[in-house]
């Protein structure tokens, strides 16, 4: 399994960018998906999540209202709508999968219950 995370780049604050995660060797469709960051020097946070079953989504506090994670199911990826960017939200942004909540109608942000990680790519938010 391989998991493309794309569309990072250097923006100023206020600006919006639309990440995307595809996979190779499974179908993101029938999974739970997390979107994470990782910042220099600080740990890996969860940011969003959807399930696998009606596609119910949950955020960390810090981006709701300006965060948005969606399916598409047609191309069988996954999207992260990013608005109103602030300097804070520069990170390496990963895509991952549980492979576990397949079928469930939630998911968890939480870093550990993920099994397939994508490579990353990079946000820079910055005037």
């Known amino acids: 399994v391989q998991l493309q995370a794309s569309g990072g780049g250097l923006v100023q604050p206020g600006s919006s960018l639309r990440l995307s995660c595809a996979a190779s060797g499974l179908t993101l469709d029938y999974y739970a998906v997390g979107w994470f960051r990782q910042a220099p020097g600080k740990e890996r946070e969860a940011v969003s999540c959807i399930s696998s079953a009606e596609d119910n989504v949950y955020s960390t506090e810090s981006v709701k209202g300006r965060f948005t994670i969606s399916r598409d199911k047609g191309k069988h990826t996954v999207h992260l709508e990013m608005s109103s960017l602030k300097p804070d939200d520069t990170a390496v942004y990963y895509c991952?999968?549980?492979?576990?909540?397949?079928?469930?109608?939630?998911?968890?942000?939480?870093?550990?219950?993920?099994?397939?990680w994508g490579q990353g790519t990079q946000v820079t938010v910055s005037s």
């Open positions: 991952a999968v549980d492979r576990f909540r397949r079928g469930d109608y939630v998911c968890v942000l939480e870093r550990d219950e993920y099994d397939y």
